[in-house]
């Protein structure tokens, strides 16, 4: 998957990676060399190339965004994804945190879901450019999460839940994470286990903004 990056994006790159670290959105080594590897402007539109390394979500197709670098950090390294895990995304996007996601599993799979056609070939596209082989991106309604190939490791819901489909929780390994951001016009981050006590918070922060979460059991 290493691709060599242009020079031109190299330092944008570095001055991202430095603004992450500073404010702690990223403090760890896989993580940084994810996103070292997935670049960003492969998973941008075309006119905003030039702010791909901006620590900004940026519009791309359906009124639907790529989320901002530091948002993608954080909950790449809250899902502390390890090598061989079976993953569930709900909301491919862009599918740049789809990618990292891949890069960090290694010979794992990552099942991707995704609601709008436009979006799932998008993101189609971005993720040949790389040589990805492990990732399935499913049009569906992912609110009902990806039955078919449960149970998975860790789930990470990239859109905003008013509540996290329970459904969700039965495609969860016992010992799994899931992430989500929780709430309606703001969000927490929420980290949760599945135990054999039950479901238990390991990490709640507030204050984020993603877009809703649509679908059976997304916004009505
Ligand atoms: N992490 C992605 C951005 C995700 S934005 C990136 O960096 O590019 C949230 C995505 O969730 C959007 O693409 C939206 O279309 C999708 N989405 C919203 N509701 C959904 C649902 N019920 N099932 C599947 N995808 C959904």
């Not at 702690?24 to 030039?50: C, G, P, W, Y």
């Not at 794992?108 to 056609?117: A, D, K, Y």
């Not at 969700?168 to 927490?188: C, E, K, M, R, W």
Request: glycine share 6%; aromatic share 8%; proline share 4%.
């Amino acid at each position: 998957m290493k691709k060599q990056i242009e020079k031109k994006y190299q330092t944008q790159l570095d001055n991202l990676i430095t603004l992450l670290k500073n404010t702690k959105f990223l403090t760890n080594e896989n993580v940084e060399s994810a996103i070292r590897n997935v670049q960003r402007h492969d998973f941008v539109l075309m006119s905003d190339v030039d702010k791909a390394y901006y620590n900004e979500p940026l519009a791309i197709m359906k009124n639907q965004t790529i989320s901002q670098p530091a948002v993608v950090s954080r909950m790449t390294e809250w899902l502390d994804v390890k090598k061989g895990q079976k993953i569930l995304e709900v909301g491919t996007g862009s599918g740049w945190q789809t990618a990292i996601l891949s890069y960090l599993v290694g010979d794992g799979t990552i099942f991707s879901v995704e609601l709008h056609p436009e979006l799932v070939e998008f993101a189609q596209n971005n993720l040949k450019k790389l040589d990805i082989n492990n990732v399935n991106v499913i049009l569906n309604d992912g609110s009902l999460g990806y039955p078919d190939a449960a149970p998975y490791d860790r789930i990470i819901i990239t859109a905003a839940c008013s509540k996290i489909p329970s459904l969700l929780f039965d495609q969860l390994n016992q010992n799994g994470l899931l992430i989500a951001p929780v709430g309606n016009s703001s969000q927490s981050l929420v980290l949760l286990k599945k135990t054999s006590q039950g479901i238990i918070e390991i990490k709640n922060e507030s204050n984020y903004v993603f877009v809703p979460l649509l679908g059976k059991f997304g916004k009505r």
